[in-house]
Nanobody, 124 residues
């Protein structure tokens, strides 16, 4: 059974940092991509960052480039999202997701597995 569990969210002032973690189990990491998505109140879910597990290629939405970093720890089956220089518009519930399908890595529709989400709140 596939399980994704996020942690590390919280309340931080603008300009601060948070590190989100996603613990994955039940996945074959050699054939998947993993991503982070977020959903702000009254807004649609949006892509934040992703990593192609086989190639190591990284993908970011434009608004977080230079501020967020996605990384992985193969041995621990973990994916991380280091978030620096946080802004109030980064507020939302952050979800970890995984897919074994080939497709547009930024598209939430290709992801089969989702965590329960962790709240990130950035105060101004």
């Amino acid at each position: 059974q596939v399980q994704l569990v996020e942690s590390g969210g919280g309340l931080v002032q603008a300009g601060g940092s948070l590190r989100l973690s996603c613990a994955a189990s039940g996945l074959t990491f050699s054939s998947i991509a993993m991503g982070w998505f977020r959903q702000a109140p009254r807004k649609d879910r949006e892509f934040v960052a992703a990593i192609n597990w086989r190639s190591g290629s990284l993908y970011y939405t434009d608004s977080v480039k230079g501020r967020f970093t996605i990384s992985r720890d193969n041995a621990k089956n973990m994916v991380y999202l280091q978030m620096n220089s946080l802004k109030p518009e980064d507020t939302g519930v952050y979800y970890c997701a995984a897919t074994k399908r080939v497709g547009t890595i930024q598209a939430g529709e290709i992801y089969d597995y989702w965590g329960q989400g962790t709240q990130v709140t950035v105060s101004s």
